[in-house]
T-cell receptor, first 115, second 118 residues
Framework: GDSVTQMEGPVTLSEEAFLTINCTYT??????LFWYVQYPGEGLQLLLK?????DKGSNKGFEATYRKETTSFHLEKGSVQVSDSAVYFCALSPNYGGSQGNLIFGKGTKLSVKP | EAQVTQNPRYLITVTGKKLTVTCSQN?????MSWYRQDPGLGLRQIYYSMNVEVTDKGDVPEGYKVSRKEKRNFPLILESPSPNQTSLYFC?????????????????FGPGTRLTVL
């Protein structure tokens, strides 16, 4: 079945460091891909998305490119801030049949950014 | 304001005492879903609903029930809660019809319900 694998955390960085969180997927067809973020004590918020191969999603300085050839959707940010401390989830949504609505999540990566 | 609301936000209960967690959305979304979040396991889908009176099991449905009598509401029912259902629960919704296919599969999440079963 479809699945998402993301790098395990926790990840601890200093402010202004470069961030990469790896995400790879296994899916039938051409899923849509997402990064969700969960700040402490809050629900999940959509950070960015890409719906087809080679699309780049971007938001708040974060970027991820849908790479079909490597089945990857790695999250990157050039300069992290303390306010980026959160748990990041990679997810996919199948684009076929009755599964169109469902999200399949990775296990999450906790990011801590130190001043 | 477009939102998904859940109640209660926090609940401590005892084994076997039936409880219901409510979920409501004001975006006229067809699709609604329940997830549980556990450390090291990420989010796992419990049940989902594609529309009124249409529900289906997710990955971890055992011990849970749902109903979808109205489009806006999707309550999660634990008939006989057990300690292994202690978790953080999220409700989500999304539209599945529309003109722009690139926007149709974003899910909006509620704030979460932290349930402890003693």
């Amino acid at each position: 079945g479809d699945s998402v694998t993301q790098m395990e955390g926790p990840v601890t960085l200093s402010e202004e460091a470069f961030l990469t969180i790896n995400c790879t997927y296994t899916a039938t067809g051409y899923p849509s891909l997402f990064w969700y973020v969960q700040y402490p004590g809050e629900g999940l918020q959509l950070l960015l998305k890409a719906t087809k191969a080679d699309d780049k999603g971007s938001n708040k300085g974060f970027e991820a490119t849908y790479r079909k050839e490597t089945t990857s959707f790695h999250l990157e940010k050039g300069s992290v801030q303390v306010s980026d401390s959160a748990v990041y989830f990679c997810a996919l949504s199948p684009n076929y049949g009755g599964s169109q609505g469902n999200l399949i999540f990775g296990k999450g990566t906790k990011l801590s950014v130190k001043p | 304001e477009a939102q998904v609301t859940q109640n209660p936000r926090y609940l401590i209960t005892v084994t076997g005492k039936k409880l219901t967690v409510t979920c409501s959305q004001n975006m006229n979304h067809e699709y609604m879903s329940w997830y549980r979040q556990d450390p090291g396991l990420g989010l796992r889908q419990i049940y989902y609903s594609m529309n009124v009176e249409v529900t289906d099991k997710g990955d971890v449905p055992e011990g849970y029930k749902v109903s979808r009598k109205e489009k806006r509401n999707f309550p999660l029912i634990l008939e006989s809660p057990s300690p292994n259902q202690t978790s953080l629960y999220f409700c989500a919704s999304k539209g599945i019809s529309g003109i722009d296919p690139s926007s149709y599969n974003e899910q909006f999440f509620g704030p979460g319900t932290r349930l402890t079963v003693l």
